[in-house]
């Protein structure tokens, strides 16, 4: 009999995890408070690289370039089997001033990423995109295709103090979830689900907030990018707008503060959406982690539940990446990249920041 894996969150994180495990001959169920794919993994803008790259740590690097390169099959895979389009493109990203030149071109050389220097912006033309919410709707559909079992709209409680082995993960209408193994992929809510066992866990929910418009199909047709700011063209001509980086607990209102900040932002990068109506305005909560650097290990404190979260702004473009990387430690395979950079944080490490 196979074993049986609980997965907790069903982001792109936790879809993907679960996604590794059934492909590892596991009997998967994958639970989530809401609908799979309408938390973080919905709102975010679904660009396939790390913003500013030179500006984080080889960890955070090593995980979203190797997400990265993965999402050309995975999509392909997607359309296929499941005939939802996840509309990865290569669209290319356009930064703008201002950034260090002979440092964005020196990591870019390090790091095999093609990379010039056009009318003072670095244009980086193999960088792609995801249209998040196709991307979830084809994973969902996806994952029951490969006999995932899928729970939404359970609510978990806080695990025991009582450490050592879990035998079940219970919810909060007493009912109880028996596995084998556990996996945490609940993003901002992790550390709620983990109670007291969260433990010296840094994570903390940041919330984003975006801007939609549509103009006419190619208008804008690279991404772009501006001092924490960025412009995402669709096929279709939708374009968004985003985002904030705000530190205000599991508040996921919608500000008109933001909406003008984010409306100036997006005229500046692009006249053309000065008189353009703003056709949707939303927010999610991202993970927040310090220096961007998810958790991808073992618990402490329990032989069988393990922890694959905190990945902040980039967990659609780590997704693919991380979930080989908790598959493989589960498994006891040889991981393609050495994990002890997503240890289970020690005592005393400080707590997740707006910085980025």
Avoid at 165 to 192: I, M
Wanted: neutral net charge; hydrophobic residues 45%.
């Amino acid at each position: 009999m196979n074993s049986r894996a609980l997965v907790v969150g069903g982001g792109v994180v936790g879809c993907l995890t679960a996604l590794a495990l059934a492909e590892r001959g596991w009997q998967v169920t994958l639970a989530d408070q809401g609908r799979v794919g309408e938390e973080s993994s919905w709102a975010g803008g679904g660009i396939l690289f790390p913003l500013l790259p030179w500006n984080y740590s080889e960890s955070v690097n090593r995980l979203a370039l190797a997400g990265a390169a993965r999402y050309p099959a995975l999509c392909q895979q997607l359309l296929q089997e499941t005939g939802i389009d996840p509309q990865y493109q290569v669209s290319g990203l356009r930064i703008l001033p201002k950034f260090d030149t002979d440092t964005a071109l020196l990591w870019c050389q390090l790091h095999n990423v093609t990379a010039e220097i056009k009318n003072q912006s670095l244009w980086l033309p193999q960088v792609a995109q995801a249209r998040n919410p196709r991307l979830m709707q084809a994973l969902r559909a996806f994952l029951l295709k490969r006999g995932v079992e899928i729970l939404e709209h359970i609510t978990l409680a806080p695990l025991p103090t009582k450490n050592g082995h879990l035998s079940a993960w219970q919810s909060l209408d007493g009912r109880r979830f028996e596995a084998d193994a556990f996996v945490l992929t609940a993003g901002a809510w992790s550390s709620n689900l983990l109670g007291a066992q969260a433990l010296s866990l840094p994570f903390k929910p940041m919330r984003g907030q975006m801007l939609l418009y549509k103009l006419a199909p190619d208008v804008l047709q690279n991404m772009l990018y501006c001092e924490d700011f960025y412009l995402i063209p669709r096929r279709d001509g939708y374009i968004l707008a985003g985002s904030t980086v705000e530190d205000v607990g599991f508040d996921k209102t919608t500000t008109a503060e933001a909406a003008r900040h984010l409306a100036v932002r997006a005229a500046e990068l692009l006249p053309a959406l000065i008189k353009a109506p703003i056709i949707k305005h939303w927010s999610g909560l991202r993970p927040g982690s310090p220096d961007n650097v998810p958790v991808i290990a073992r618990h402490p404190q329990f032989d069988n539940l393990y922890i694959n979260t905190g990945h902040f702004r980039y967990g659609v473009t780590m997704a693919p990446a991380s979930a080989q990387l908790l598959g493989a430690l589960i498994a006891g395979e040889k991981p393609f990249a050495d994990v002890s950079a997503y240890a289970f944080p020690q005592q005393g490490v400080a707590s997740a920041s707006s910085s980025v």
